[in-house]
């Protein structure tokens, strides 16, 4: 008698899910309302008379309904798949107004300061005592031999860990006024400028470029995104751009956490490299060449790939439906 009364609401709900890619307005109504009762003749027929063939076809049918009334979700390695090919290379691309001027004013400081460095003994017995100074710069001495310190998938480890942190740091404290970004890239250039202007003063400027081009290409590279990202989040505090500061904030704040995770990929496979290719047997020019072919791999993925969906209207930001509701303001 129930399955008598209540056939033609199953069948019609049954055809009205077949049809829900072409469902007119009044149909989408009915397919949501049919959806409704069934799920009540459902629960019904569970708690009333269990029979076994019945609950098993208004399940299915139910779950059916469901999934045309709510929609269904992307797999999840299609939400992967979009991040690397279209969100993240997006972010990267619509960041580099900020991340290209860090990398040039870095590297500027860098290198002026190598030079004074090298070329003032004054500079250098300031550093430090000179029998220390020839430790860290001869051949088999402290700057070379670090690199091969720990066994290789360790050190990976440990260095990826370290410039994950670094990067976080640059993304995450930007939204300080830039002050903490700034001042985390002037402690990594002097670290190098000093370390690049001792080997140079020592003769060894070749072995310095040698151990640190295979790796620093991409390692720094990765830097300048993450502090570029970082102070763009600061000015964001001081000038959103038109839009309420937090809603600014909050979408300029996506976007950084997406970068995190992807400068994340990025500085473990220049982890590999310092770890694998920087201390290796391989001649200088090989070690180089590694790190120049991962370098122009980096820039082709931002500057064609991540042009590409910045134009169709990528922003690197997450989807409505994942980024939640916005307050409506007046204009």
């Known amino acids: 008698m129930f399955i008598a009364a209540h056939r033609a609401e199953w069948d019609r709900l049954s055809a009205l899910v077949r049809r829900q890619n072409s469902l007119r307005g009044p149909e989408t109504d009915e397919l949501i309302t049919l959806y409704q009762r069934v799920a009540t003749h459902l629960s019904m027929v569970r708690s009333q008379a269990p029979d076994p063939a019945l609950v098993e076809r208004l399940s299915a049918l139910t779950a059916s309904a469901r999934g045309a009334v709510t929609g269904s979700h992307a797999p999840a390695w299609r939400e992967v798949g979009l991040f690397f090919t279209q969100r993240l290379p997006a972010a990267m691309y619509r960041a580099w107004p900020w991340w290209v001027p860090t990398a040039a004013v870095f590297l500027l400081v860098t290198a002026g300061l190598a030079a004074w460095v090298a070329n003032d003994p004054t500079v250098q017995a300031s550093i430090a005592a000179p029998e220390e100074v020839r430790q860290l710069t001869k051949a088999g001495g402290d700057f070379e031999t670090y690199y091969s310190s720990s066994p290789a998938s360790s050190f990976a480890a440990r260095v990826w860990t370290n410039n994950a942190w670094v990067a976080a740091g640059c993304l995450m404290l930007g939204v300080l006024g830039g002050v903490p970004v700034v001042l985390m890239l002037a402690v990594n250039a002097v670290n190098v400028g000093v370390s690049g202007g001792l080997m140079f003063a020592a003769g060894r400027g070749d072995a310095f470029l040698g151990l640190i081009a295979p790796h620093g290409l991409l390692e720094l590279t990765a830097l300048f995104v993450a502090a570029g990202t970082g102070l763009k989040l600061g000015w964001t505090v001081i000038d959103p751009g038109g839009l309420p500061r937090a809603q600014a904030l909050a979408r300029q704040g996506r976007t950084v ?73 007046s204009s």
Do not use: H, N
């Not at 201390?279 to 072919?293: C, F």
């Not at 980096?298 to 990528?314: D, E, N, P, T």
């Open 257 to 329: 956490v997406l970068m995190a995770l992807g400068l994340t990929c990025v500085l473990f496979v220049s982890g590999l490299i310092e770890a694998y290719v920087t201390p290796s047997k391989l001649p200088t020019e090989a070690r180089i060449g590694i790190g120049i072919a991962a370098e122009a791999a980096f820039l082709v993925y931002v500057f064609w790939l991540g042009r590409k969906a910045a134009k169709a209207g990528v922003t690197g930001d997450l989807d409505e439906q994942y980024a939640g509701d916005t307050a409506p303001v």
